[in-house]
Structures are given as structure tokens and as C-alpha cells.
């Protein structure tokens, strides 16, 4: 069964610094792609950025240059840094991933930017 778990979410201010992690189990990690979602409160869910099994990565406009996913394969582990954090990065982030045409996804992990 796959089970992702994220992590590291909080309050942080404008400008700082938050890194997500998310633990994948019940799946050979290192073939597949993972993507970090993330959803607003009364927004839609909005992809913000994946990686390949090669480890190549795509971005959302919104947070390119800011954000940056990377993947553990030893660690069965994906992780979001999130720089320069701006207050419409508010949301609860999912991590994400589809194996044989089903989407798998964690519980989320709430982030908050505000002063």
C-alpha cells in the first residue's frame, strides 16, 4: 500500500525559509515521479513543482527560482525547499504519486506565511 507522509510545515514570516519533506513507502521509489500540490484556502489545487526518476524537475511560475524539489532514492524521501516565502504561498502543500493510473496522496502539511 503507498502511504506518503509530509512534514515541515509552521508559521514562518515573509522572506523565510521553509523545507517540506515527504516519506514515501509501498512503492519503488526510485522509478517514479513525485509532485508537491498545494491548495489555498477556497482556491483549486495547484501544482507547484515535480521531479523525474532522472531527477529533472519543473516548476510553477510562481515559485521558479524560489522553490526547489529534490529526492532522496536511499531515503525513499522528497523534499520542498521553499525560499523567499511570500504570503500567497499560504496553503496546505500535498506530496504526490501516481503508480499504475492511481493518484496517491499524503494528508498535507500547512504552511503559513504571515507577519
Known amino acids: 500500500q503507498v502511504q506518503l507522509v509530509e512534514s515541515g510545515g509552521g508559521l514562518v514570516q515573509p522572506g523565510g525559509s521553509l523545507r517540506l519533506s515527504c516519506a514515501a513507502s509501498?512503492?519503488?521509489?526510485?522509478?517514479?515521479?513525485f509532485s508537491w500540490y498545494r491548495q489555498a484556502p477556497g482556491k483549486e489545487r495547484e501544482l507547484v513543482a515535480y521531479i523525474r526518476r532522472s531527477s529533472s524537475t519543473n516548476y510553477a511560475d510562481s515559485v521558479k527560482g524560489r522553490f526547489t524539489i529534490s529526492r532522496d532514492n536511499a531515503k525513499n524521501m522528497v523534499y520542498l525547499q521553499m525560499n523567499s516565502l511570500k504570503s500567497e504561498d499560504t496553503a496546505v502543500y500535498h506530496c504526490?504519486?501516481?503508480?499504475?493510473?492511481?493518484?496517491?496522496w499524503g494528508q498535507g502539511t500547512q504552511v503559513t506565511v504571515s507577519s
Open positions: 504526490n504519486v501516481v503508480k499504475t493510473g492511481i493518484s496517491y
Open positions: 509501498g512503492i519503488i521509489f526510485s522509478v517514479n515521479t
